[in-house]
């Protein structure tokens, strides 16, 4: 067997020092992104010890992001997509227009040519899929017209960044003739096709593309889906699920042009018209998360910091552009579209990184020499950065929000006639946020899904005095409307267990799905309100042993349930058949019986 395995070795000490460093970063309470991050700097080729194949973790980075597309697209369908277009697409053709001015005039100011300065700009435009989708998922945003405006904002920044590649090999023809030139479209060559051509062409074959999926793959891939179901086969299942998604990506990188990321989201999204897509989801979910650290680990490869010496006013510059220019256009144009400050800072927030998209132009503008090499290494600088100072633009942004809804707030209901579905949706949240019950002696259940939703219709109709904590907010608004007292926030926060009155309930019913999760609801819990009764659900027997270690009052172990309403099952049906012996004529015969 042979020893000299890189690919094992990236994957086994890039997974290694990003649990490390990821566990250090939680512990501290910051990101665990910055840990992966820091442990990417520490295999890369710019520090002592133990240099991972840089090629290799980008390879296996791209899964990721193929992985995270999909897990997207699952939760997305055609009409949400379609909803979002009339801001989506003017606003991230705006924004890419302000940043690429941006980076434009800063590279023509370090002394760059224009066409570098350009090339330059249009890499910083583009934020990145995982940091964006990350940033959405850990504050339950996906659901929401913000997180779908974000996920749409981010299709057509993919759109313009395809075509952006495809057309560069192009532009270095003609500046340079042959020279540093990359193969360009065959189908382009063949023909001999301007600029012009190869922008048709490639429309063409992403509306071939995007045709495809939504006429013949929304009726084959739920099919599939479903035929596998059938099998009985789990492994079998999570494998198709896998071969769609990644096969899916693949072909329509090869076949079409098409990014492999935008491709994943596709497949995600005719599948989730299967009844199966949660399962679906459920399933990819564990790759998706390891292949995710695995970018992170692979950003953190790229940096050198010997940039943050050589280029300290260039690269603050650069990350000015990223974190401050991008945002700000963002704002304002969403701000122009009528939609509330909210939403406007939560997608400026989001934008304020660069990621994949920018190393892939950068690098390819390197190589056409159409980019200097200082350039490249700004970007790959300031997506570093940029990444590991977005969670703390989250923050700000957040606390900025009341300050300038005040400087906002006549300009706002002057330009905004009618309230929309989003303005419904931001107030009813900020409502939300205020919100605390009055009730005492009550029941508290943390978790509106499938078991707490059944906990709580019985407690309802037994008149039970009941506040339901949810951090989703589609759930929990809906849930709202038919009377339940709902907070909105994560159980295992403070001030959410504050607001939902835990220190004079009696009872706190966790239906979490997760040992970890309740394990730090708990730890809330009981600090704040020894005599309260904890009844916490239990997937396993090693999750119910986890939690009986904590000191739980009652713990519900799914297994022992679902042996229990076995027995129970069998116990009736032996009574019914006993009754029906019992009450059976001597003359009968007992083969009459059923």
Known sequence: MPHDTPLIATIVVGLCLAFLFGAIANRLRISPLVGYLLA????????PGFVADQELTLQLAEIGVILLMFGVGLHFSVKELLSVKAIAVPGALAQIFAATALGTGLGLIIGWDLTGSITFGLALSTASTVVLLRAMQERRLMETDRGRIAVGWLIVEDLVM???????????GLLYGNSGTVPSDPIASALGLGIIGIIVLTLIKVAIFIALMLVVGKRVVPWVLETIS?????????????????????GAANLFGVSLALGAFFAGMVMSESELSHQAAEESLPLRDAFAVLFFVSVGMLFDPMVLINNPLSLL????????GKSAAAFFIVRAFKHPTGTALTISASLAQIGEFSFILAGLGVSLKLMPKEAQDLVLAGAILSILFNPLVF????RLRPFIERKLGTKQSSDV???SADDEEYHTIKSFSAYATSLTCHTIIAGYGEVGSRVAEKLLAEKCPLVVIENAEKPAIELRETGVEVILGNAAEKETLFRAGLEDAQCLILALPYAFETA???AQASQKNPALHIIARAE????ADYLRELGIGTIILAEEEIARGILEKIAENNTENQKKLTETSPEEPLSSIN
Do not use: H, K, Q
């Open 40 to 47: 990417g700097v520490l295999c890369g080729p710019y520090t």
């Open 162 to 172: 395809v075509l952006t590649l495809v057309l560069m090999p192009a532009i270095a």
């Open 230 to 250: 059938a099998s009985g086969s789990r492994e079998l299942f999570r494998l198709g699920v896998l071969a769609i998604a990644l096969g899916v990506a693949f």
């Open 317 to 324: 510059a650069t990350l000015l552009i990223i974190m401050i």
């Open 395 to 398: 923050i700000g942004f957040e």
């Open 417 to 419: 006639t009618e309230l």
């Open 520 to 522: 730090r609801v708990i």
């Open 540 to 543: 396993s027997v090693v999750e």
